[in-house]
C-alpha cells in the first residue's frame, strides 16, 4: 500500500492516467465552474471586493507575522475555558496526543468532522490501528472513505466521483443496490441513515478547525451538512485539530476572513452552519462536550515561517485557487500526489512534505496567474511556484541543484546565445535543424527531445526565412507618409 | 513620441510579419520607432524554469540596450510583463541595478496598453472584414491588466465583428516550457481552447502574445480547422490599402 500522503507513482504516470479517464472531466468541471462562478458572483456582491480582500490578508497577515504571540493568547484562552492545548511538533506527535486521549475516553468509536489536517498527519489509519472505529461524517469525506482513497479537492473531497461512481460504491460497501442513477438527496439520505446511529454512539468526536480566535479562545467550523454540529456537541469529549496558521486574532478578524472564505470556497454569502465553540460544557449549560482538547500541529509550518514562502501559511483553504486552475481542471486533485492539491498544493507539498517527492508539482503550472486573482487573501502563488522552481534549478544556501545537469546546460548555452547577439540568430540555426522534418513552413512531427512533445498536439512553426530583425533595415527605410495616409480617422485624446 | 520597440524572441524569429505590423500601426499614428540593435531574449524561459542567476545576464544586457529609449514597446504581453514585473524583483539583492530596472520597467508598454492609455487612441484606422474572437493572453490580463485596452482597439476596426469566446481567460495551455515538460496537460488544456474557439464560430481568433499563437494555431493547423489565430498588430495594421 502506498505510504499515506505521498504519491505511489511518478508524476507522468499519475498524469496519464487522470488524462485517460473521461469521467474525471465530466465530474470536474460542473463542480469546480459552479464554485469559481459562485466566487465570482458573491465577489461582485460585495461591491468593493479588492478592499475586502485586503482586510482578509491584512488579518491573516498579523496572526502569522506575530504567530508566537497569537497562539500564546490563543492556548491562554483556551486553557481558562477549560479546555486542554497540546502542541505537537509532527504527525507522530499529534497522533500519539489523539489516541493517548482516546484512550483516556475509552473510546471505541469515534466521529469526525471534515479536517484536512487529520488527512495530512494520516490520522484515521493511526485510530485504527489501535483499535478504534472511525467514522468520517461529511458526505465527501465518508465517500473517500468508504472507497480507501484520499481527497482530491479541499473542501470537496469526493469531487473527482461521478453520481454513478457513488452509488456503485454505495450498493458495494453496504451490500444493497443502489440504482446508477441516484439522485443526489436519495445519495445523501442513505448517508444519513448510515450515520445517524454512529453520531450517537460515538465515545470521542474529532473536527478540524477553520478559525481559532486568540482574544476568547474559540474556535470555528464551517461546514453545510450539520455533521459538524454533531460531531463537537454530542460525544463526551470534542478534540479539534488545528494547523498552527490557523490562529486569528479577534471576532472583527474572523468575521472579515469568514466572509472570504464561504463566499471564495463555495460561492456561499455564509455557510448553512458556522459553529464556534469555546471549551467544554459549562456547569449551567445542557448540552456539549466534558472535555474539549485542542492539538496545535507544527508539522514544517514554523520552518516555512521564516521563508520567503511565509505567505503559503496565510492560506484559509478555501480552493478557489484549484477551481480557478486549468491543470487542476485537466487533472483532478490524485495526480498531485499528496494531501493538498492544486496550486497551493503544489506550493505546500514540497515545503511542507518532501521536496524531491514532489518537485514535478511547482512545474505542474503554466503560470496563467487565475489562482492568484481567485485567492482572498492575495497569495502570490505562481511567484513562489517558480521560486520552487529556482531552489530546484540552482540550490539554496550553497546546496546543490536538485536539477539535471543536462537541463541547467541547456539553460548555460541559452543564457550564452541570447548574450551575445552574434549568436543569437536562432532562426537560422532552428531553420537549418528543423528543416528536414518540414512540410512548407511547419513542422507536423519532429522525432527530436524537447519537441517531440509539443508536436503531439500541435504543428511546430519553423523559424521564418528572414526574421525581424533582418528586415529592419528594410523596414525602416519605409515612407512613413503612406502609412500616415488614414490618420485623419483616428481619434487621438491626448498626446 | 519615440519608441524602442522590443521585438521579443519568438516574434522576432517566428513572427516577424507581426513585428513589421507593430511598426506600421505605430508609425500611422506618428510615432517615430527605434529598434535597439544587439537586443535578444528578455530571459523569461530561464526565469521560469529556476534559473535566476542566468536571467539576471539577460536582464542587465536588456537593460543597458534599451536604457536610453524613452518608452519600449513590445507585442507580447508576458514579454512586457517580464521586464515590468520580474526585473525590478529579480535585483533584489543588488540597489543599483534594482534602480535601473526599475526606471526600466515604468516605461515598458505591451501594444495595445500603449495606444489605449499612452496615445489615448483607440480607432487607428484599420479594417477587417468578418467575424473575429478575442483570445486573453495571461501575463497581458492578469500581470498587466489589459482586458479592455485590445476590445476596445477591436471595436473601432470597420468591418469587424467582434464575437465572444467563452472563458476566454482561460490559458490556451502554453506556458513556455510548461508546453514540453507537462505536454499532455498542455495539451488537454489546448484542446479546450480549441473546443471553444470552434464553438465561437468566428473564422479568425485575435490575441496579443507570440506564445499563444504558436500554441493555438499550431494546434488548429494539426487538427486541420477552419480557424487562424492573429496577433492584434495584424488586425489593427489591416487597412484597403495594405497587401492581403
Same mark, same amino acid.
Not at chain 1, 499515506?4 to 472531466?25: D, N, T
Not at chain 1, 475516553?105 to 489501535?130: F, G, H, P, Q, Y
Not at chain 1, 454505495?170 to 448517508?191: K, N, Q, W, Y
Given at each position: 500500500?502506498?505510504?499515506?500522503?505521498?504519491?505511489?507513482?511518478?508524476?507522468?504516470?499519475?498524469?496519464?492516467?487522470?488524462?485517460?479517464?473521461?469521467?474525471?472531466?465530466?465530474?470536474?468541471?460542473?463542480?469546480?465552474?459552479?464554485?469559481?462562478?459562485?466566487r465570482?458572483?458573491?465577489?461582485?456582491?460585495?461591491?468593493?471586493?479588492?478592499?475586502?480582500?485586503?482586510?482578509?490578508?491584512a488579518?491573516r497577515?498579523?496572526?502569522?507575522?506575530?504567530?508566537?504571540?497569537?497562539?500564546?493568547?490563543?492556548?491562554?484562552?483556551?486553557?481558562?475555558?477549560?479546555?486542554?492545548?497540546?502542541?505537537a511538533?509532527?504527525?507522530?506527535e499529534?497522533n500519539?496526543?489523539?489516541l493517548d486521549?482516546?484512550?483516556?475516553?475509552?473510546?471505541?468509536?469515534?466521529?469526525?468532522?471534515?479536517?484536512?489536517?487529520?488527512?495530512?498527519?494520516?490520522?484515521?489509519?493511526?485510530?485504527?490501528?489501535?483499535?478504534?472505529?472511525?467514522?468520517?461524517?461529511?458526505?465527501?469525506?465518508?465517500?473517500?472513505?468508504?472507497?480507501?482513497?484520499?481527497?482530491?479537492?479541499?473542501?470537496?473531497?469526493?469531487?473527482?466521483?461521478?453520481?454513478?461512481?457513488?452509488?456503485?460504491?454505495?450498493?458495494?460497501?453496504?451490500?444493497?443496490?443502489?440504482p446508477?442513477?441516484?439522485?443526489?438527496?436519495?445519495?445523501?439520505?442513505?448517508?444519513r441513515?448510515?450515520?445517524?446511529?454512529?453520531?450517537l454512539?460515538?465515545?470521542?468526536?474529532?473536527?478540524?478547525?477553520?478559525?481559532?480566535?486568540?482574544?476568547?479562545?474559540?474556535v470555528s467550523?464551517?461546514?453545510?451538512?450539520?455533521?459538524?454540529?454533531?460531531?463537537t456537541?454530542l460525544?463526551?469529549?470534542?478534540?479539534?485539530?488545528?494547523?498552527?496558521?490557523?490562529?486569528?486574532?479577534?471576532?472583527?478578524?474572523?468575521?472579515?476572513?469568514?466572509?472570504?472564505?464561504?463566499?471564495?470556497?463555495?460561492?456561499?454569502?455564509?455557510?448553512?452552519?458556522?459553529?464556534?465553540v469555546?471549551?467544554?460544557?459549562?456547569?449551567?449549560?445542557?448540552?456539549?462536550?466534558?472535555?474539549?482538547?485542542?492539538?496545535?500541529?507544527?508539522?514544517?509550518?514554523?520552518?516555512?515561517?521564516?521563508?520567503?514562502?511565509?505567505?503559503?501559511?496565510?492560506?484559509?483553504?478555501?480552493?478557489?485557487c484549484?477551481n480557478?486552475?486549468?491543470?487542476?481542471?485537466?487533472?483532478?486533485?490524485?495526480?498531485?500526489?499528496?494531501?493538498?492539491?492544486?496550486?497551493?498544493?503544489?506550493?505546500?507539498?514540497?515545503?511542507?512534505?518532501?521536496?524531491?517527492?514532489?518537485?514535478?508539482l511547482?512545474?505542474?503550472?503554466?503560470?496563467?496567474?487565475?489562482?492568484?486573482d481567485?485567492?482572498?487573501?492575495?497569495?502570490?502563488?505562481?511567484?513562489?511556484?517558480?521560486?520552487?522552481?529556482?531552489i530546484?534549478?540552482?540550490?539554496?544556501?550553497?546546496?546543490?541543484?536538485?536539477?539535471?545537469?543536462?537541463?541547467?546546460?541547456?539553460?548555460?548555452? @541559452? /543564457?550564452?546565445?541570447?548574450?551575445?547577439? %552574434?549568436?543569437?540568430n536562432? $532562426?537560422? =540555426?532552428? &531553420?537549418?535543424?528543423?528543416? #528536414?522534418?518540414?512540410?512548407?513552413?511547419?513542422?507536423?512531427?519532429?522525432?527530436?527531445?524537447?519537441?517531440?512533445?509539443?508536436?503531439? @498536439? /500541435?504543428?511546430?512553426?519553423?523559424?521564418? %526565412?528572414?526574421?525581424?530583425? $533582418?528586415r =529592419?533595415? &528594410?523596414?525602416?527605410?519605409? #515612407?512613413?507618409?503612406?502609412?500616415?495616409?488614414?490618420?485623419?480617422?483616428?481619434?487621438?485624446?491626448?498626446? | 513620441?519615440?519608441?524602442?520597440?522590443?521585438?521579443?524572441?519568438?516574434?522576432?524569429?517566428?513572427?516577424?510579419?507581426?513585428?513589421?505590423?507593430?511598426?506600421?500601426?505605430?508609425?500611422?499614428?506618428?510615432?517615430?520607432?527605434?529598434?535597439?540593435?544587439g537586443?535578444?531574449?528578455?530571459?523569461?524561459?530561464?526565469?521560469?524554469?529556476?534559473?535566476?542567476?542566468?536571467?539576471?545576464?539577460?536582464?542587465?544586457?536588456?537593460?543597458?540596450?534599451?536604457?536610453?529609449?524613452?518608452?519600449?514597446?513590445?507585442?507580447?504581453?508576458?514579454?512586457?510583463?517580464?521586464v515590468?514585473?520580474?526585473?525590478?524583483?529579480?535585483?533584489?539583492?543588488?540597489?543599483?541595478?534594482?534602480?535601473?530596472?526599475?526606471?526600466?520597467?515604468?516605461?515598458?508598454?505591451?501594444?495595445?496598453?500603449?495606444?489605449?492609455?499612452?496615445?489615448?487612441?483607440?480607432?487607428?484606422?484599420?479594417?477587417?472584414?468578418g467575424?473575429?474572437?478575442?483570445?486573453?493572453?495571461?501575463?497581458?490580463?492578469?500581470?498587466?491588466?489589459?482586458?479592455?485596452?485590445?476590445?476596445?482597439?477591436?471595436?473601432?476596426?470597420?468591418?469587424?465583428?467582434?464575437?465572444?469566446?467563452?472563458?476566454?481567460?482561460?490559458?490556451?495551455?502554453?506556458?513556455?516550457?510548461?508546453?514540453?515538460?507537462?505536454?499532455?496537460?498542455?495539451?488537454?488544456?489546448?484542446?479546450?481552447?480549441i473546443t471553444?474557439i470552434?464553438?465561437?464560430?468566428?473564422?479568425?481568433?485575435?490575441?496579443t502574445?507570440?506564445?499563444?499563437?504558436?500554441?493555438i494555431?499550431?494546434?488548429?493547423?494539426?487538427?486541420?480547422?477552419?480557424?487562424?489565430?492573429?496577433?492584434?498588430?495584424?488586425?489593427?495594421?489591416?487597412?484597403?490599402?495594405?497587401?492581403?
Amino acid at each position: 500500500m502506498a505510504e499515506h500522503g505521498y504519491p505511489s507513482q511518478p508524476f507522468h504516470v499519475r498524469v496519464r492516467e487522470a488524462l485517460a479517464k473521461p469521467s474525471l472531466g465530466q465530474a470536474l468541471d460542473r463542480a469546480t465552474q459552479r464554485f469559481y462562478f459562485g466566487r465570482i458572483l458573491t465577489w461582485k456582491e460585495l461591491g468593493d471586493f479588492q478592499t475586502a480582500r485586503h482586510t482578509a490578508r491584512a488579518a491573516r497577515r498579523r496572526a502569522v507575522d506575530h504567530l508566537d504571540e497569537y497562539l500564546t493568547r490563543l492556548a491562554e484562552n483556551v486553557a481558562a475555558n477549560g479546555g486542554h492545548v497540546h502542541w505537537a511538533a509532527d504527525a507522530a506527535e499529534a497522533n500519539a496526543i489523539v489516541l493517548d486521549i482516546c484512550r483516556q475516553a475509552n473510546a471505541r468509536v469515534v466521529t469526525k468532522s471534515k479536517s484536512m489536517l487529520t488527512e495530512e498527519i494520516a490520522l484515521n489509519d493511526a485510530l485504527e490501528a489501535a483499535g478504534i472505529t472511525v467514522v468520517e461524517t461529511d458526505l465527501g469525506e465518508w465517500i473517500i472513505q468508504l472507497a480507501g482513497e484520499t481527497p482530491s479537492h479541499i473542501i470537496a473531497p469526493a469531487i473527482h466521483k461521478t453520481k454513478a461512481e457513488v452509488a456503485e460504491l454505495f450498493s458495494r460497501v453496504l451490500g444493497r443496490p443502489v440504482p446508477a442513477d441516484a439522485s443526489i438527496p436519495e445519495l445523501t439520505l442513505i448517508a444519513r441513515e448510515q450515520l445517524r446511529q454512529r453520531f450517537l454512539d460515538a465515545d470521542v468526536g474529532i473536527s478540524g478547525v477553520n478559525f481559532a480566535i486568540a482574544e476568547t479562545g474559540t474556535v470555528s467550523i464551517v461546514t453545510n451538512e450539520g455533521n459538524g454540529r454533531y460531531v463537537t456537541g454530542l460525544p463526551r469529549v470534542h478534540i479539534a485539530m488545528m494547523g498552527a496558521e490557523k490562529v486569528i486574532g479577534t471576532w472583527e478578524e474572523w468575521a472579515a476572513t469568514l466572509k472570504m472564505l464561504t463566499r471564495s470556497a463555495t460561492g456561499q454569502l455564509i455557510s448553512s452552519y458556522v459553529s464556534t465553540v469555546s471549551g467544554p460544557r459549562r456547569a449551567a449549560e445542557a448540552d456539549g462536550p466534558e472535555e474539549f482538547h485542542l492539538v496545535i500541529l507544527d508539522n514544517g509550518r514554523s520552518r516555512i515561517l521564516g521563508t520567503t514562502f511565509r505567505e503559503s501559511l496565510l492560506c484559509i483553504r478555501c480552493a478557489a485557487c484549484l477551481n480557478a486552475c486549468p491543470v487542476y481542471h485537466e487533472i483532478g486533485g490524485h495526480a498531485y500526489g499528496g494531501v493538498y492539491t492544486g496550486p497551493i498544493g503544489a506550493v505546500l507539498s514540497p515545503l511542507l512534505f518532501d521536496f524531491d517527492r514532489f518537485k514535478e508539482l511547482p512545474h505542474a503550472s503554466s503560470l496563467c496567474g487565475a489562482c492568484r486573482d481567485a485567492c482572498p487573501v492575495e497569495i502570490d502563488l505562481p511567484r513562489m511556484l517558480v521560486e520552487l522552481r529556482r531552489i530546484e534549478a540552482e540550490g539554496e544556501d550553497g546546496e546543490r541543484p536538485h536539477a539535471p545537469w543536462t537541463e541547467r546546460a541547456i539553460f548555460a548555452l @541559452y /543564457r550564452l546565445g541570447a548574450q551575445t547577439p %552574434a549568436l543569437y540568430n536562432l $532562426a537560422a =540555426w532552428g &531553420r537549418a535543424l528543423l528543416k #528536414p522534418f518540414a512540410k512548407g513552413e511547419q513542422v507536423p512531427d519532429a522525432p527530436l527531445p524537447v519537441l517531440d512533445g509539443w508536436t503531439r @498536439y /500541435r504543428d511546430f512553426p519553423l523559424p521564418a %526565412a528572414e526574421p525581424f530583425h $533582418a528586415r =529592419w533595415e &528594410r523596414l525602416a527605410s519605409e #515612407p512613413v507618409g503612406d502609412m500616415k495616409r488614414r490618420d485623419a480617422g483616428t481619434q487621438r485624446k491626448k498626446d | 513620441m519615440r519608441v524602442a520597440l522590443f521585438i521579443s524572441c519568438l516574434t522576432d524569429n517566428f513572427f516577424p510579419q507581426v513585428g513589421e505590423d507593430t511598426v506600421r500601426v505605430l508609425r500611422r499614428l506618428g510615432v517615430e520607432v527605434t529598434f535597439p540593435r544587439g537586443q535578444t531574449c528578455c530571459g523569461q524561459p530561464a526565469f521560469n524554469s529556476g534559473f535566476h542567476r542566468d536571467t539576471q545576464e539577460l536582464a542587465r544586457h536588456f537593460i543597458q540596450v534599451f536604457e536610453g529609449s524613452e518608452a519600449i514597446v513590445t507585442p507580447a504581453g508576458s514579454c512586457a510583463t517580464m521586464v515590468r514585473k520580474e526585473y525590478p524583483a529579480l535585483f533584489h539583492h543588488d540597489p543599483r541595478w534594482q534602480r535601473r530596472a526599475a526606471a526600466l520597467a515604468e516605461r515598458t508598454y505591451e501594444l495595445s496598453e500603449f495606444l489605449v492609455d499612452v496615445l489615448g487612441v483607440e480607432d487607428v484606422g484599420a479594417t477587417w472584414q468578418g467575424r473575429v474572437s478575442y483570445h486573453d493572453a495571461c501575463h497581458a490580463l492578469r500581470s498587466l491588466g489589459v482586458r479592455e485596452q485590445p476590445r476596445r482597439l477591436l471595436s473601432h476596426v470597420r468591418g469587424l465583428e467582434l464575437v465572444d469566446l467563452t472563458r476566454s481567460d482561460w490559458c490556451c495551455g502554453f506556458g513556455g516550457s510548461f508546453a514540453v515538460r507537462m505536454p499532455g496537460i498542455s495539451g488537454a488544456m489546448l484542446q479546450e481552447k480549441i473546443t471553444r474557439i470552434a464553438a465561437a464560430g468566428a473564422p479568425t481568433v485575435v490575441t496579443t502574445d507570440a506564445g499563444c499563437i504558436m500554441n493555438i494555431g499550431g494546434g488548429l493547423r494539426k487538427l486541420g480547422l477552419p480557424f487562424q489565430i492573429v496577433h492584434l498588430a495584424t488586425v489593427l495594421a489591416h487597412h484597403e490599402a495594405s497587401h492581403g
